[in-house]
Structure formats: structure tokens, C-alpha cells
């Protein structure tokens, strides 16, 4: 898996499941993945930052519009399956 910020990246190894699902997040990763790369995470912000291959800090930063569209579009497939949205 590679984690980039503008101008630098991190690699590292780790194990993935891929599932077939409407999700609103592309991926989730768990915690052997975040503490890997050394992570720091503000979901309220939509921001993560993260230790590069070069020990500086990489930042990534979310999109509220976005995140408000696919958590919409996931609720809404859920509620056409008549799951309850949470749990």
C-alpha cells in the first residue's frame, strides 16, 4: 500500500480485504496499517497525517461535500434493503 502527500510517499506492506459493497469511505484501514505509518487522524477535520519514507509528514485532507454525498448514497441503499442504517 502507498500513502502520498504532494511530493512524497510512503510504502509499506500489509494485508488487505476487498469486499464488493457500496461503502461510503474507499478504504478503511485497520490498526497494525495506521500505527505502520504513524498516523494522526482528525475524523471531525477529514484529516490525516502520516510519517513519509523521507520521516517528514504527509497530509491528506478530505472533502466534506463528498463525505456528506456518499454517506447519503449509503444510507440510502440500506434503507431500500431495509437494513436499519446503524447496526
Known amino acids: 500500500?502507498?500513502?502520498?502527500?504532494?511530493e512524497s510517499l510512503q510504502t509499506i506492506e500489509t494485508n488487505l480485504l476487498i469486499v464488493d459493497i457500496?461503502?461510503?469511505?474507499?478504504v478503511i484501514l485497520g490498526r497494525p496499517a495506521l500505527?505502520?505509518?504513524?498516523?494522526?487522524?482528525?475524523p471531525?477535520?477529514?484529516f490525516i497525517?502520516?510519517?513519509?519514507?523521507?520521516?517528514a509528514r504527509g497530509k491528506s485532507y478530505g472533502d466534506q461535500k463528498m463525505t456528506k454525498q456518499c454517506s447519503y448514497v449509503t444510507l440510502k441503499s440500506l434503507e431500500r434493503k431495509?437494513?436499519?442504517p446503524y447496526g
Open 82 to 84: 431495509g437494513e436499519p
Open 1 to 6: 500500500m502507498t500513502v502520498k502527500d504532494k
Open 44 to 46: 471531525y477535520l477529514l
Open 35 to 42: 500505527n505502520t505509518i504513524k498516523d494522526m487522524v482528525a
Open 49 to 55: 497525517q502520516f510519517e513519509l519514507d523521507d520521516k
Open 22 to 26: 457500496l461503502m461510503a469511505y474507499d
